[in-house]
């Protein structure tokens, strides 16, 4: 149950981070640029560097899809009791990506770097994502040097 308690919070907590930060691009306007970072509003209807846009309204349902099939997983695999945060922080971007998806037909991105390259714009969840599938490849690490 504390896993599980674990696993809930950070859902719950990352998805109103993420929609709270959203709120400020999306309808308050927010914008603020320097010479390596911009924060600015972005209507992303692809995926990662707008790759899949041309699928229009399927890529929800495929992205609805693919989290249900990772929450079966999840279940079915017991990853939930081995990675509780790390899911935790997952499962929160991914929801608040889909929101967006569903509820405006695009993700509210607004991290832009340009600072030598450019680089994606991305949002908040993003960000979560990529920190609870390196915290998932870490513990698996570290308890594959534990076993040599």
């Known amino acids: ?35 390596c970072i911009s924060l600015e509003l972005h209507l992303n209807k692809g995926v990662a560097f707008s790759m899949l846009e041309f699928l229009g309204n399927k890529l929800k349902w495929i992205q609805l899809s693919l989290v249900a099939l990772l929450v079966y997983l999840a279940y079915s695999e017991k990853w939930l009791q081995k990675y509780p945060l790390s899911l935790g922080l997952v499962a929160g971007g991914a929801v608040g990506n889909l929101y967006d998806r569903f509820s405006i037909n695009a993700v509210v991105d607004y991290v832009y770097w340009h600072c030598g390259f450019n680089f994606a714009v991305f949002n908040f969840a993003d960000v979560m994502i990529d920190v609870g599938i390196a915290l998932i490849i870490l513990q698996e690490f570290i308890k594959y040097r534990k076993s040599k």
């Open 1 to 35: 149950m504390r896993k599980f308690a674990i696993f809930l919070f950070a859902l719950v907590g990352i998805f109103f981070i993420d929609q709270g930060l959203k709120e400020l691009f999306y309808l308050q306007h927010f914008d603020w640029q320097s010479k």
